[in-house]
């Protein structure tokens, strides 16, 4: 048996080695169970890429993918993907606050029948009202437009078997979502509660408008719905204009000397043309993510790999 570990690296230089160790004390204690180590560079400002190149080159257990270009975590982790050889895969962050150690209470878990098993996070070391604004994003957005199962608990700290993941790099396209690839491959998903500790140091890679990014891309990325919420709207406003051009039509007859509301003629247009301009730019999304699709945009550029099985 075989656990791979893909871990996206973005500005980690100072965190990463502790990353590594903790993985080194946890299989150990298991020395019957091979492991491996595929850390991915998404083009780091610091000195990343160096440092993960010199520790593949000392450590057969580890392999360097040092991506041309800022690809995002969710293109890092496929690249990743496309470079392991385990039976189970194990993702992580690289900041420190993943418990990666507990390895093998993920293992014990999917061995209960699970094809995924993610961590839920009974505590988050996040103080941003930001940033737990946008997990109960993700989470909501999870739950109703791609359908997850009521109570599980989607992560990006997570083991999976291998068909799994042989299924989501199947996805060629430049706009993945992790949640999305999983749920559409399987919703036999289990859990595991823990607390996220604190960044080993620096802070998150994730500005507000990559996250927001995120959000976008996990809005249309697997669902049409927003499409049939903008056409429910548009229903519902033309229905409402239909019903108030009666009530002022018998407002006229009933008062002749009714005077016109030019306030309320003015609010309406605004409403309505911010509705039909909001709506236009989702269909615009979609769109343009088609024709990033037809033009076979990449979703990551590999510059080099450093590894045992390099020539993958």
């Excluded at 990014?213 to 499409?227: C, E, M, Q, R, Y």
């Amino acid at each position: 048996m075989k656990i791979s570990f893909v871990i996206p690296c973005y500005n980690s230089e100072k965190n990463i080695h502790g990353v590594l160790e903790e993985i080194r004390n946890a299989m150990s204690g298991r020395p019957e169970v091979e492991y491996e180590v595929v850390l991915v560079n998404d083009c780091s400002k610091d000195r990343t890429a160096n440092i993960i190149k010199e520790i593949a080159h000392e450590d057969p257990h580890v392999i360097a993918v040092d991506l041309a270009k800022n690809a995002g975590q969710p293109n890092a982790l496929l690249a990743g993907f496309n470079h392991v050889s385990g039976d189970y895969i194990m993702t992580s962050d690289d900041d420190g606050q993943t418990p990666v150690g507990r390895v093998f209470d993920f293992l014990d878990e999917i061995n209960k029948g699970y094809d995924v098993v993610c961590a839920r996070y009974t505590e988050r070391k996040q103080q941003s009202l930001f940033r737990r604004m946008g997990t109960w994003v993700n989470t909501k957005m999870s739950d109703w437009l791609i359908e997850k199962p009521k109570g599980t608990y989607m992560a990006s700290f997570f083991m999976a078997r291998r068909y799994i993941i042989d299924e989501m790099i199947k996805y060629k396209q430049p706009y993945p979502y992790i949640a999305g690839l999983i749920l559409r491959t399987t919703q036999n998903i289990g859990n595991i509660d823990m607390e996220q500790r604190e960044r080993s140091s620096g802070s998150s890679g994730y500005s507000i408008s990559k996250l927001l990014k995120l959000w976008v891309n996990g809005f249309t990325a697997f669902s049409i719905k927003p499409l049939r919420i903008s056409a429910g709207i548009g229903a519902v406003m033309g229905a409402a204009g239909v019903v108030m051009a009666f009530i002022t039509g018998l407002r006229r007859l009933i008062v002749p000397g009714c005077k016109r509301g030019n306030g309320s003629v003015i609010s309406v247009n605004l409403t309505v043309g911010g509705l039909i301009l909001l709506f236009m730019g989702l269909i615009g999304e979609y769109i343009g993510r088609i024709y990033m699709c037809i033009n076979e945009t990449p979703q990551y550029v590999v510059k080099e790999t450093v590894g045992y099985h390099s020539e993958k």
